[in-house]
């Protein structure tokens, strides 16, 4: 079945520690994007990338970094410049601009 | 300021009890509302795209309509597995591949 998927479902990182969280889809979309969760925020854009190998910051994207090397992958790395990074992360895919956006099952990223 | 406003941040109703959830926006130039489900720990779940004012949509016990400035999320007869978190999302009209998300309704029904 085509759909996004997200590992490690939870995670766990002790400070000073990256760690790289992964998204794959199968849905042949163009435009992938991250998202964090916090309880009683909306959700908040990390990055996105509408096409292999370019990507944009969004709102929050500090002590983030991504990579796009292949249309199916965009892995989202939690750097130790994260001050707070204990979230629900959630990627997310479009086939272009303005589409529908799906949702992966989301990872839990919890520091130590 | 572009923006996506959901009201009210929780909602308790009885089994079968009927009501409806708001989306609010300010966005110029709408290129759609969108609706999802999200249940705890789970990534959202696609509901609806609304496109145009007065455009209506249904799944099982769930409308969604549409106005120049709102959304409502009609739910008819709840029953309690609807128990879930509602958010509503918009595209960013200038760019298209950015979204405003609201921050979700809590809705708990109660057997």
């Known amino acids: 079945d085509g759909g996004i998927t997200q590992s490690p479902k939870y995670l766990f990182r002790k400070e000073g520690q990256n760690v790289t969280l992964s998204c794959e889809q199968n849905?042949?979309?163009?435009?992938m994007y991250w998202y964090r969760q916090d309880p009683g925020q909306g959700l908040r854009l990390i990055y996105y990338s509408q096409i292999v190998n370019d990507f944009q910051k969004g709102d929050i994207a500090e002590g983030y970094s991504v990579s796009r090397e292949k249309k199916e992958s965009f892995p989202l790395t939690v750097t130790s410049a994260q001050k707070n990074p204990t979230a629900f992360y959630l990627c997310?895919?479009?086939?272009?601009?303005?589409?529908?956006?799906?949702f992966g099952e989301g990872s839990w990223l919890t520091v130590v | 300021e572009d923006q996506v406003t959901q009201s009210p941040e929780a909602l308790r109703l009885q089994e079968g009890e009927s009501s409806s959830l708001n989306c609010s926006y300010t966005?110029?130039?709408?290129?759609?509302l969108f609706w999802y489900r999200q249940d705890p720990g789970k990534g959202p779940e696609f509901l609806f795209t609304l496109y145009s004012a007065g455009e209506e949509k249904e799944k099982e016990r769930l409308k969604a309509t549409l106005t120049k400035k709102e959304s409502f999320l009609h739910i008819t007869a709840p029953k309690p597995e609807d128990s879930a978190t509602y958010l509503c999302?918009?595209?960013?009209?200038?760019?298209?591949?950015?979204?405003?998300f609201g921050t979700g309704t809590s809705l708990t029904v109660i057997p």
């Open positions: 999302a918009v595209p960013n009209p200038n760019t298209g591949n950015q979204f405003y």
């Open positions: 849905l042949n979309h163009d435009a």
């Open positions: 997310a895919s479009t086939i272009s601009s303005g589409n529908t956006i799906y």
């Open positions: 966005v110029s130039g709408l290129r759609g």
